[in-house]
């Protein structure tokens, strides 16, 4: 009977502290990338928040935006699971002008941010390290490949990046 209750108990906790419906949960723009109106300079930014749901308690989704000089969008490169569920690739890229959306209710934060000419000289080597990613077609949570597997991906790929990435970001390892 304790065990039952305590299974309850844990269960009415992480329901309570957790957004369980990801089609009204917030993602709208966070406001803390450049405008791609007003900065002229080649960009590359990595964000990571909070995963959704109970998840967010220990792990963290992370994604890649680059914008070329003069550009008045940027490019997302992200990995999302429900995708492979849906048939389609785990590995999606788009444009938007809007790269720091908040991720089904979690406030991004910056984890990476290099503008001009040193941007200039690695998006194209981003790109082809998209294009090489081996995982496309792949998700699992743990161990991986997963959401921040495939910016450690990119990292390896792109030294000059420097990319570190906090402990949160769960199957960042998969790509060693």
Request: with cysteine; proline share 7%; hydrophobic share 40%.
């Amino acid at each position: 009977m304790k065990k039952r209750l305590t299974i309850l108990a844990l269960a009415a906790l992480i329901s309570a502290c957790s957004n369980s419906d990801w089609r009204t949960a917030s993602r709208e723009p966070a406001g803390i990338a450049p405008d791609p109106q007003q900065e002229q300079a080649a960009v590359i930014e990595v964000y990571g928040a909070d995963a959704f749901s109970w998840r967010g308690w220990f792990a963290i989704h992370t994604w890649i935006a680059t914008k070329e000089a003069g550009a008045d969008q940027y490019k997302v490169h992200e990995v999302v699971g429900w995708r492979v569920q849906r048939g389609q690739s785990a590995l999606y890229s788009y444009n938007t002008a809007t790269p720091d959306r908040y991720w089904f209710g979690a406030k991004p934060e910056k984890l990476l941010s290099i503008k001009g000419e040193k941007a200039a000289e690695l998006i194209p080597k981003i790109d082809k390290a998209v294009e090489d990613y081996p995982w496309k077609n792949e998700y699992k949570v743990f161990p991986g490949p997963n959401s921040n597997t495939f910016p450690a991906w990119i990292g390896q790929k792109v030294p000059e990046l420097g990319l570190d990435l906090p402990f949160s970001a769960i199957g960042s390892g998969y790509a060693d």
